[in-house]
């Protein structure tokens, strides 16, 4: 499962470095990072009942909720840490099939071009991993299916908070 997490890895951040979405270097934020498993602990359940009939969206919504774990970290981590389930927290502003939008609208303020240009890579980056998921040829309901969404997922996390830490300015960049 390594090595699919890998080639997902080195896909997205070829394609997000190619629209200029991230650095080579992706930024490091351990406080996001460590968020991931509790995340992923509480997001799976409805996340594999939507995967069926939309895998995009089960896929896809993990990539904002990292943006919005990046956001909460900048904004005011003090108190979004203490938070004991942060996706619960967000899913229950609208539910979870508006949780996109809440998290655009309400969590990373975007409007009008910006809100659609991120609906599409956001969509775009949920259709090349759900590709890349198709092209493992793994039998639905096994284990091995599991732990390959739980990867799937992973990497959509940790890019969407690599993109967002990007759009907020944070750039790792090599010191002199």
């Not at 995340?39 to 594999?48: E, F, L, M, T, V």
């Not at 938070?83 to 303020?109: C, G």
Request: hydrophobic share 40%; net charge negative; with cysteine.
């Amino acid at each position: 499962m390594k090595q699919f997490e890998d080639q997902l890895r080195q896909d997205l951040h070829q394609f997000l470095q190619s629209m200029k979405e991230i650095d080579a270097r992706l930024p490091e934020c351990p406080d996001v990072e460590e968020k991931w498993e509790q995340i992923a602990k509480a997001y799976i359940p409805d996340g594999i009942k939507e995967f069926n009939d939309f895998p995009s969206a089960s896929l896809g919504w993990m990539m904002y909720i990292g943006m919005a774990v990046a956001k909460f970290w900048d904004a005011e981590w003090e108190i979004y840490s203490k938070i004991d389930d942060l996706y619960a927290y967000m899913r229950d502003k609208r539910d979870y099939d508006a949780m996109d939008e809440y998290i655009r609208e309400d969590v990373l303020l975007l409007r009008g071009v910006d809100y659609t240009v991120l609906e599409k890579l956001v969509g775009e980056c949920a259709s090349r991993v759900y590709n890349a998921l198709r092209h493992q040829n793994i039998e639905p309901g096994t284990q091995e299916a599991f732990n390959a969404y739980v990867s799937c997922l992973h990497q959509l996390y940790l890019f969407g908070a690599a993109m967002q830490l990007n759009r907020m300015g944070y750039h790792m960049t090599k010191m002199n």
